[in-house]
Antibody, heavy 125, light 110 residues
Framework: EVQLLESGGGLVQSGGSLRLSCAAS????????MGWVRQAPGKGLEWVSG???????????DYADSVKGRFTISRDNFKNTLYLQMDSLRAEDTAVYYC???????????????WGQGTLVTVSS | SYVLTQPPSVSVAPGQTAKITCGGN??????IHWYQQKPGQAPLLVVY???DRPSGIPERFSGSNSGNTATLTISRVEAGDEADYYC?????????????FGTGTKVTVL
């Protein structure tokens, strides 16, 4: 059974930093692209970042414009763990952050097939 | 960038059919996926690639995509279908991959 367990959320002041972790199990973690999706209180879903899989020593990352230059995604395939380093946090970063596994199809589409339960990040201004 | 517009809310009586639309500019040949999110829970994929269902999702859930509008149809609606629904598309043009979610639709079962 696929499990994604996020941790590291909490209350932080504006301008501060936080690192989220996502422990993965039940699948071959290194083979899969992974990502983060967030949801502000009472709002919709927003893709934050993604990182390639495949076991290569070089991982490719993408970011939403809203977090580019402030957030860094990384992974440790030995620990089966995904990370999101969040710096220069703003009040608008307040949200539940979901860890997701990413599925790519060779016909040219991609989606999020498994989701963690999320971890809440609150940025106080 | 993409903007995926959904109606804020849809109300439907039990046993009836709910249709949720997702309108976008320049869908082209892009595939649309749909997620269901119940209160306090993580989203769940219910339809992918316009009209396919993951294993375990009831046949009552179906999808279509024509022109610039995709539609999620829930037939024989049950009380347990009450949730928020989001469409999603992926774009990897210009060497920059990004994902866009629709604005979300709250389905209320009367």
């Amino acid at each position: 059974e696929v499990q994604l367990l996020e941790s590291g959320g909490g209350l932080v002041q504006s301008g501060g930093s936080l690192r989220l972790s996502c422990a993965a199990s039940g699948f071959t973690f290194r083979s899969y692209a992974m990502g983060w999706v967030r949801q502000a209180p009472g709002k919709g879903l927003e893709w934050v970042s993604g990182i390639s899989g495949g076991g290569s020593s070089t991982n490719y990352a993408d970011y939403a414009d809203s977090v580019k230059g402030r957030f860094t995604i990384s992974r440790d395939n030995f620990k089966n763990t995904l990370y999101l380093q969040m710096d220069s946090l703003r009040a608008e970063d307040t949200a539940v952050y979901y860890c997701v596994s990413v599925y790519y199809h060779n016909s040219g589409y991609s989606l999020f097939d498994y989701w963690g339960q999320g971890t809440l990040v609150t940025v106080s201004s | 960038s993409y903007v995926l517009t959904q109606p804020p809310s849809v109300s439907v009586a039990p046993g009836q059919t709910a249709k949720i639309t997702c309108g976008g500019n320049n869908f082209g040949s892009k595939s649309i996926h749909w997620y269901q999110q119940k209160p306090g829970q993580a989203p769940l994929l219910v339809v992918y690639a316009d009209s396919d269902r993951p294993s375990g999702i009831p046949e009552r859930f179906s999808g279509s995509n024509s022109g610039n509008t995709a539609t999620l149809t829930i037939s024989r609606v049950e009380a347990g279908d009450e949730a928020d629904y989001y469409c999603q598309v992926w774009d990897n043009s210009n060497d920059h991959a990004f994902y866009v979610f629709g604005t979300g639709t709250k389905v209320t079962v009367l």
